[in-house]
């Protein structure tokens, strides 16, 4: 059966990606996290929380574009601000025109594109920003090397297929108050 096809309203220069699983193993802890019908996420995507709000990392700037953060937050300031509010990765799509709950992964080890050659066990990553830096991409990774932005830790130091990388997921939201989860 084909892919369903759903209309997107994608950051200039933002390319629709079609969503996949990405999960490798481990305890997903899954949540339902509401969707408005504006939004349009894909199976695999980062998501965050804005309000009441799930939705996906390509999205960040768009959503803070004219609020108190003035009109465009740079990409380092983008990875802060998913990073805070992480939720985790969506394990099912939602699509434009369609308001709901959709279930969202909060913890366990995926698998994302990430360009990086070399990748230490246990190295921070977040979303990897596009090439001029307006938005985030809601499925590739990079590596960083500050805990404020990142999402996730690199799960796997074995050869790894080209551009694919294995990601341990926290949840900011979800993880305990008392902890320090990266």
């Keep these: ?73 740079p990409w380092r300031g983008q990875q802060i601000r998913l990073a805070r509010n992480f939720l985790g990765v969506a ?13 969202v992964a909060t913890g366990g080890v995926f698998q994302f594109e990430c360009h990086a050659t070399r990748a230490q066990l246990g190295g921070l ?9 307006t938005h985030l991409w809601g499925q590739r990774v990079i590596l960083v090397s500050e805990a404020a932005r990142a999402i996730g830790r690199v799960d796997r130091a074995e050869p790894r297929p080209a551009g694919k990388l294995a990601v341990r997921i926290f949840s900011r939201v979800f993880s305990p108050p008392w902890t320090e989860v990266l």
Excluded at 14 to 29: E, P
Excluded at 92 to 102: R, T
């Design 1 to 73: 059966m084909p892919p369903e096809r759903y209309p997107v309203r994608l950051p200039p220069g933002m390319r629709a990606v079609h969503g996949r699983q990405r999960w490798l193993y481990g305890d997903t802890d899954p949540v339902s996290a509401y969707v408005d019908e504006q939004t349009r996420i894909a199976a695999g995507d980062l998501c965050w929380l804005h309000g009441h709000l799930c939705l996906p990392a390509g999205e960040l700037a768009l959503r803070l574009a004219g609020t108190s953060t003035g009109p465009w937050l």
């Design 125 to 133: 990553v977040s979303a990897e920003p596009a090439a001029d830096g």
């Design 91 to 103: 394990l099912q799509p939602s699509p434009i025109g369609q308001a709901g709950l959709v279930r």
